[in-house]
């Protein structure tokens, strides 16, 4: 029996890897659950901890942890914040952790369960892409850290069984987002709620607009530099309208290997959560005949934000921090209608220019380039765009 503690568990990632872990039931594989952690949303929590007689939970703060004291029964243990969240990854009677926390702090959640030792399921982007070298140096044995995200889980797959020496490329796709047939002079006027309606995958807002633009992408391609000890020259980007196809490595004969299926995150997360073994499938099967499969470059043009994201992965120390912390910003500000679609490319651009860059930054210093960005950003929305922007 694994015993696994989810971070992050009322948001996308983290309700559907509840799902999976309710089909697999019978399945000759069980997880036991055995923490929870979440933000605010303290009623969906409790229930979920209810249903699976979780011993430990966390949310956001004080406040929210007194409601799910009032909702819990009394010998399940509440914590809160930050500490709350890292005493989940570090519990010891926790194997597996599952980190789908959005937003930086996922970070510490994943310092801590690595360094206790724990195998880490990571679903939190940020993670890898401001602090790949601090995860990757404590990540003892290579199945130590297995990755959630769709197109990492295809390349993990795909690299089994084959040595790093055989490898060309990798690729991951993308499937372009919800403004991909539209011409690039359009995006100064879409909408959130048009940004928000992407194509093939169902995911939370932020990474939603991260696909409309790309950025999300460019994240992807610095987890895929970290996780696989990859030079950049040599990860790919393709656009695949269709989304079925989602990673590929080429060797150096040649051959493709790809790994298909559905445009259904429950795959990746059971993969994740049951590995090394495949087991029976937490969603549709994937029927191949009469579907057509489409490869093309990224269009620069229409999607600038990109090409900002990957430079700040070739630069590394602290700019992908400043990036991913302006990017937050910048998303938050467009979803509350304060700035266009666009400025968000413009945004990332001006803070890349900007950082003050760190080679080689420490988790304070990391946190540091996090804030200075954030300023930054807001005052750059000021000048820009009236002083009630942000
Ligand atoms: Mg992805």
């Not at 940004?195 to 607009?209: E, K, N, Q």
């Not at 950049?232 to 695949?240: A, F, K, P, T």
């Not at 990109?306 to 120390?317: D, T």
Request: glycine share 8%; hydrophobic share 45%.
């Amino acid at each position: 029996m694994t015993r696994i503690g989810i971070l992050g568990a009322t948001g996308s990632i983290g309700t559907q890897a509840l799902e999976v872990i309710r089909r697999l039931r019978g399945s000759g594989f069980e997880l036991e659950v055995v923490a929870l952690a979440a933000g605010r949303r303290v009623v969906e929590l409790c229930r979920a901890a209810v249903e699976f007689s979780v011993a430990l939970v966390s949310l956001r703060g004080p406040e929210e942890a007194r409601k799910a004291k009032d909702l819990l029964p009394s010998h399940v243990e509440v914590l809160y914040g930050q500490e709350g969240l890292e005493a989940i990854a570090r519990h010891p009677e926790v194997d597996l952790v599952l980190n789908a926390v959005v937003g930086a702090t996922g970070l510490r959640a994943t310092l801590a369960a690595l360094s206790a030792g724990k195998r880490v399921a990571l679903a939190n982007k940020e993670s890898l892409v401001i602090g790949g070298h601090l995860v990757m140096e404590l990540v003892r044995d290579p199945d130590q850290l297995i990755p959630v995200d769709s197109e990492h889980s295809a390349l993990w797959q795909a690299m089994k069984g084959v040595s790093r020496e055989e490898v060309e490329k990798l690729w991951i796709t993308a499937s372009g987002g919800a403004f991909r047939d539209l011409p690039p002079e359009g995006l100064a006027h879409v909408t959130p709620q048009q940004a928000l309606s992407h194509p093939t995958w169902r995911m939370g807002p932020r990474i939603t607009v991260d696909s409309a633009t790309l950025v999300n992408k460019g994240f992807e391609v610095i987890e895929a530099h970290w996780l696989f000890g990859m030079p950049y020259e040599r990860i790919g980007v393709l656009l695949h309208p269709q989304s079925l196809v989602h990673g590929l490595v080429e060797l150096v004969d040649g051959n493709m290997l790809a790994v298909i299926s559905e445009p259904d995150m429950r795959i990746p997360i059971q993969y994740a959560l049951t590995y090394p073994r495949h087991r029976p499938p937490p969603a549709r099967r994937l029927e191949l005949g009469g579907k057509t499969l489409e490869f093309g470059e990224v269009p620069r043009d229409r999607y600038p934000a990109f090409s900002v994201v990957v430079q700040a992965g070739k630069e590394g120390g602290a700019a992908p921090a400043a990036i991913n912390a302006a990017d937050e910003e910048l998303v938050a500000a467009f979803l509350a209608e304060r700035i266009p679609f666009t400025a968000i490319a413009e945004g990332l651009a001006y803070i890349l220019e900007r950082h003050p860059n760190i080679p080689r930054p420490t988790l304070e210093e990391i946190e540091d380039v996090d804030g200075w960005a954030r300023e930054e950003v807001r005052r750059w929305m000021r000048a820009r765009f009236g002083p009630t922007i942000a």
